[in-house]
């Protein structure tokens, strides 16, 4: 900067005077002659304004009908929390065992589930959740239920343009969101179900 | 128009006539573009000269508090992202180390040096905008728009690292809901680099200009004494020359290990807050630097998984770690705090954040009473307005940076 701004040090305290940690913040309120005269000042501030016009542009066209160019649309990277999905377990069904936690851990009180007995072909747990609703227009997309999930079945994907005509059309249903994962492909999940169907746990085999 | 030599304002104008020696009343806000945010002040003035000022709030009370006796201690963080949302991250630190006082547990290293970069970077993104929108309401409207830039930037770190860019939700009791990425440290480092030349860039374009100098030299000064007196914390204080900085006063998260400045400026007035915020940008820069080369590896979160929830890993596959991550999450259970009360405070941009929580030792807090830095730096806005300009009123307000949704909580 200027030898004006480093002339701030001369006023208020010396700097021997402050304690240890402690600093005077560089300027000085005094205008000198030359700065008193403004255009000189203009002409330096307009000149850094005029720079910027050859600088590469910052904002971006956002067109979302163009989602693979980043020019043209922000796609957020793995771990950004957008719209929810439901997981699938091997077998194409929804992965969830309707435990309620994500409903429990949820602060905006925007999931609902209705338990029920799993059909009989369904071998590899005893309840699924019949009714399963996300009320995204209550959501506030904080991600507490992926953390609570103990089997894996919900997560945020990275969607973010959350768009619809009515207030009905943002209540997901269980459908809805299982369908969200698999248009993303990504509706697999990757934990499996103890195989032989007994509800718990393994014996685990890492040493901890 | 052509003037005649005297002209009588009785008949010219009857109305005006009678205001004439007298003051009228005058509405700042609700809705007004200074007023950042909706707050009205309702001011008594004489010509342009205000007489009396009268700040009202309360038009965005949204029941922070109140909430708080409903949300047990790890669904209250996404509350505090809302009360600042200018700097959301420090909100969330603030909250996380008051509940960590309270069931008095520790947070490793790491966990409390990455704590301490988000902190800072936050700090940066609230004080860069500050600045931006101080020059906006005096007139200066191409550095806010350059400063906006940085805090996308920013926001980019934030979101990599997060998963959103404004309600980051970050902190949990007892560490952080996820470590960083890998590419971290990359990212920060890219962003410091190209950050200082901002800085310069303002300071050339503001900090000797004639018209944004003529604005703020001498305006709305407060003296040391009746900035103690009202509380106010922060680059407000720190602008009459009280060097009084959380980080520094008291000490949290790993500040002692870290090398920094406290800029003070002795005016007191609005270009002395610019030049401390400026100031401060810069040691907030140093300290991220800093606080990169000594990352250290290891856990994020405390190992006590009473409190924090054990990876996910192991709660797929082992039944201790899933007894311990049911009663953490499922209400009736939850973390318990010792029935205790505490009040912890950290240094948020715009001053002293504070917390205070009663525990009756079940999951849900009896009480959460947030001391917002705002409430009290907007306490002195009637002192620095009384008898000075309107036009000085909108220059002193976008000085103190009051956010109404901590305001009004």
Known sequence: ?208 | MATTESVDIRKVAPNAAKAVGSTIQMNLGPQHPATHGTLRFKLEVSGETIVKCDPEIGFLHTGFEKLGEYRNYNQFVVITDRANYLSPLNNNIGFAIACEDLFGITVPPRGQYLRVIMAELSRLADHVVSVGLQAMDLGAFSAMLWTFIEREKLYDIFEAVTGARLTTSWTRVGGIFRDVPADFETLVRGFLAKFPALLDEIELMLSRNKIFMDRTVGVSALTKEQAVSYGVTGPVLRATGVPYDVRRAKPYLCYSDLKFDVPIRNEGDVYARYLVRMEEMRQSVRIVEQALDKLPDGPVNSVDHKVTLPPKEMVYWDMESLIHHFKIVMPGHGIKPPQNEIYSSTEAPNGELGFYIVSDGTGLPYRIRIRPPSFYNLATFPLQTQNGLLSDAVASLSSLNIIAGELDR
């Open chain 1, 1 to 208: 900067m200027s030898a004006a701004h480093d002339e701030g040090h001369g006023h208020g305290p010396a700097a021997a005077e402050l304690p240890p940690g402690v600093k005077l913040a560089p300027g000085d309120p005094e205008q000198t002659w030359v700065e008193k005269l403004y255009l000189p000042e203009v002409a330096r501030g307009l000149n850094n304004t005029f720079k910027h016009i050859f600088r590469k542009k910052f904002t971006i066209d956002y067109d979302q009908t163009d989602r693979d160019n980043p020019a043209k649309f922000h796609r957020p990277r793995e771990g950004y929390r957008g719209e929810h999905y439901l997981k699938k377990d091997e077998d194409g069904h929804v992965k969830c065992v309707a435990c309620f936690m994500c409903a429990a851990a949820c602060p905006a009180e925007c999931i609902h589930i209705e338990a029920e007995a799993t059909p009989t072909d369904w071998n590899n747990r005893e309840r699924y959740p019949r009714r399963f609703e996300i009320d995204m227009l209550r959501c506030i997309y904080c991600g507490m239920c992926e953390e609570a999930c103990p089997v894996d079945a919900i997560a945020l994907s990275t969607t973010y343009n959350l768009v619809a005509d009515t207030r009905e059309a943002k209540v997901y249903d269980r459908d809805k969101l299982m369908k969200t994962g698999e248009d993303l492909g990504i509706s697999l999940s990757k934990h499996k179900y103890r195989p032989d169907g007994v509800p718990g746990a393994v014996p685990h085999k890492k040493a901890h």
